[in-house]
């Protein structure tokens, strides 16, 4: 089986979004999905007090992390009561060790995947497959992200920027179905391919949703059915969630799951919400035996420790922010070379792998504000945007820097121009000597300034200065 | 220290201090009241909408629905209940016009190439329903296990009009969830499908192709 491969360099953002400006194959696949989804959406929140809805959802999300060390040890503490296996991890590392001592300890060596966004930010796959254990996504999109060797580019929709004709030639290339549009033999040849892989896995992981520490539940939406086959049909299931997932009660899940599926794909809900809270008991006939919960950190906590980057924990990945996002529209998700791409990921990948690398994602963005618009959590990405952007000139007097890898975008030119034009603006007499000087020389201003002028007209000094037409005008 | 310890430390001795608890108003949640009537036909129609397949039927009714359903569909099988009321009324049923009905009574390792190859259909209860989002509330138990109502292609569902609440969240709170959950509960809102393939609907993709309801009023 192709293995999902190694992130792209995340820094190579720019070169990566001009070959898919010019790339009409993309540009159509996304913009096509995300115009159908703006609509869907729009309708399945019609009749409702959208704005009351969101609050809510943003509440019970604040709430929550208000509480997040204690409701973690509930959440513990009530699955262990049931029977499931709580382990803590502080980074994809030790996530994916855990994951394999468990398939060690079991003997495992067939791994079937239900979709989860945490595992691809630390890349278990791989790592399975370095420790010859075979793991395979079930998830339809997934799976074909997976035979194409490539990583999801929407967190909703991973297989989105192929269209009908590159998936049903990946399909026969790789697993010998004929080539053909109708999706429906495409769809039948998949289920037929996985049936038997889910009867034989050995072990099944997948993702958490929402994780209430109330009842010890673990919840899971999803429409194919393949969440709940990954959990039920192998002798072991394991969990794998970041610890920001958890909710304190029970009925937090009602809106919060109103709110994801319709802010996601327009859907009033999804076909499948799974509650799970327990192995299976004696009693029962079917079930896995064993249920793990792997509760990853990989830099949570440290987004935990500012008040405001941790609005970033409050997401439930919906997707919508990536939906509406004019940029993202543009050069889809495999642009931005993160796990988490869109508006979203321009806020958390920041902290996950450092402002260093990640220096190009907060400038992604035309900060047209659509995606705080529909985040049905009422995050403000903006501001977290300007906030990032500010971290990554090293911030300003107020707010001094505290991302890792902040100031990776300061240019020592910039940073002696701008030095300078404080120096100057501070001082009367050289300000308006200067401007003078530069009024007078506008004959040798430079026509090209950079990247400024790529794409606008450079901006041209007017023959005279504001203070000398000021004073021809009180004489 | 073990990572454990480490993560909690550090989000309890949180350097921007203690958090902010906001009041959380589940107001909007609210509906109106309406009637079982109402409120069946609110769960069809949006059931309907995704490909559920809903039949009204009386608690003498049903029986001949389900034979004409299922002969419709030329299915060899019915994989039923042994316990509950459903299984029971079927066997005692005499009628010879029902396929083969098979019983869940075994683990499932022991016959699991027989249930995902051989069973055409499988018919399981309810623990009631969701009008707003045309939703069925399953608790399998060792009765009716997980995968009565995933792996045949065709699961039949037989809900109580009684059983209709208007929201998730009315259910969970009459019904007191909280106060103890089953290994697995499960809201199914539809046969099993995708979207995946350039946004293209197909059904069945992993669990059923089918999903009839059959509302007892
Ligand atoms: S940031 Fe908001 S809109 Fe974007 S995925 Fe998260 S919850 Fe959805």
Redesign the interface.
């Given at each position: 089986m192709t293995q999902t491969p190694h992130h792209t360099d995340v820094r190579e953002f720019h070169p990566r979004a001009r070959a898919a400006i010019a790339d009409p194959k993309i540009r159509k696949?996304f913009r096509?999905?995300m115009d159908?989804l703006i609509t869907k959406r729009k309708d399945a929140f019609e009749g409702?007090?959208l704005e009351?809805?969101r609050?809510?959802g943003?509440?019970?999300r604040?709430?929550a992390?208000?509480?997040?060390?204690d409701l973690?040890?509930q959440l513990e503490k009530k699955l262990s009561e049931?029977g499931v296996k709580v382990h803590?991890?502080?980074d994809g590392d030790?996530a994916c060790r855990i994951i394999r001592d468990i398939c060690v300890a079991r003997n495992a060596k067939t791994v079937i995947k239900g979709k989860s966004m945490v595992t691809e930010e630390m890349e278990l796959n791989h790592y399975l497959d370095d420790h010859d254990i075979e793991a395979l996504e079930?998830?339809?999109?997934e799976y074909?992200v997976q035979l194409a060797g490539e990583t999801p580019s929407h967190i909703i929709?991973?297989?989105?920027h192929?269209?009908?004709g590159e998936?049903s030639e990946l399909m026969h290339e790789k697993t010998g179905t004929d080539l053909s549009s109708d999706?429906?033999y495409?769809?039948?040849s998949?289920?037929h391919q996985?049936?038997e892989k889910?009867?034989n896995a050995d072990v099944g992981v997948s993702g958490v949703n929402f994780a209430v520490a109330?009842?010890?539940?673990l919840c899971l939406v999803e429409?194919?059915?393949?969440g709940?086959?990954t959990t039920?049909?192998p002798q072991c299931h394991i969990a794998v969630t970041g610890?920001e997932k958890v909710v304190g009660?029970?009925?937090?899940v009602?809106?919060l799951?109103?709110l994801l599926t319709r802010s996601a794909?327009g859907?009033?809900?999804?076909?499948?919400?799974?509650?799970?809270?327990?192995?299976?008991?004696p009693?029962?006939?079917?079930?896995p035996e064993e249920v793990h919960l792997v509760?990853v950190?990989n830099g949570r906590?440290?987004i935990?420790?500012?008040?405001e980057l941790?609005d970033t924990l409050r997401c439930i990945r919906c997707g919508a922010c990536m939906n509406h996002c004019p940029v993202y529209t543009r050069v889809g998700g495999h642009t931005y070379g993160t796990t988490y791409p869109g508006p979203i990921g321009k806020i958390l990948m920041p902290h996950l792998i450092g402002l260093d690398e990640g220096r190009h994602l907060p400038t992604a963005s035309s900060l047209c504000g659509a995606c705080g618009e529909v985040c049905p959590v009422k995050i403000p990405i903006p501001d977290l945007l300007v906030r990032l952007r500010q971290e990554s000139v090293d911030g300003d007097k107020l707010n001094p820097a505290k991302v890792r890898g902040h100031g990776a975008k300061r240019g020592t030119l910039e940073a002696m121009v701008w030095k300078g034009w404080s120096w100057m603006h501070a001082r009367p007499g050289v300000y308006r000597l200067g401007t003078k000087v530069a009024s007078r020389l506008r004959r040798l201003q430079p026509g090209n300034l950079g990247g400024w002028t790529r794409y606008r007209t450079a901006p041209k000094l007017a023959a005279r200065t504001l203070h000398e037409r000021m004073k021809e005008r009180s004489q | 220290m073990?990572?454990?310890d480490?993560?909690?430390q550090?989000?309890?001795e949180?350097?921007?201090g203690?958090?902010?608890?906001?009041?959380?108003?589940?107001?909007?949640?609210e509906r109106p009241s309406s009637s079982v009537t109402e409120r069946v036909e609110q769960f069809q129609k949006?059931i309907e909408s995704?490909h559920g397949e809903v039949h009204r039927c009386t608690p003498e009714s049903w029986i001949p629905q389900l034979s004409g359903i299922l002969s419709s569909r030329g299915a060899r099988n019915l994989l039923i209940p042994a316990a509950h009321q459903i299984g029971r009324a079927l066997r005692d049923s005499g009628r010879d016009d029902l396929p083969e009905l098979l019983i869940?009574?075994?683990?499932?390792t022991s016959w699991?190439?027989h249930l995902?190859n051989e069973v055409d259909a499988s018919i399981t209860s309810t623990r009631g329903g969701i009008a707003?989002?045309?939703?069925l509330i399953l608790w399998?138990?060792?009765d009716e296990?997980?995968?009565m109502s995933?792996v045949p292609p065709i699961h039949i569902a037989v809900l109580e009009a009684s059983g209709l609440y208007t929201?998730?969240?009315e259910a969970?709170?009459v019904q007191n969830?909280?106060s103890?959950?089953?290994?697995?509960?499960?809201?199914?809102?539809?046969?099993?499908?995708?979207?995946?393939?350039?946004?293209?609907l197909?059904y069945?993709?992993?669990?059923?192709k089918e999903l009839i309801v059959l509302v007892i009023e």
């Open positions: 696949n096509k999905a159908g409702w007090d009351a809805l609050d809510l943003a509440n019970i604040l709430r992390l208000a509480n997040l060390p973690l040890e049931n803590w991890a502080i030790e079930s998830d339809l999109g074909i929709m991973p297989a989105i192929k269209n009908t998936i999706v429906e495409l769809t039948a998949a289920r996985l049936r889910f009867m109330e009842t010890g539940t429409n194919e059915g393949n709940r086959m039920t049909v610890i009660k029970l009925e937090d009602a809106p799951l109103a794909t859907q009033h809900i999804t076909t499948y919400f799974n509650m799970i809270s327990g192995p299976r008991k009693e029962e006939l079917d079930g509760l950190d906590s440290s935990y420790q500012d008040d941790l | 073990n990572s454990r480490i993560i909690l550090r989000l309890s949180r350097s921007g203690k958090l902010h608890q906001p009041e959380c108003d589940f107001s909007v949640l949006i995704v869940y009574d075994e683990p499932v699991q190439a995902f707003e989002t045309g939703s399998p138990t060792p296990p997980r995968l995933l929201t998730f969240h969970m709170r969830w909280k103890g959950m089953p290994t697995n509960a499960l809201l199914i809102s539809g046969p099993s499908k995708t979207a995946d393939i350039e946004q293209t197909a069945g993709v992993h669990g059923p």
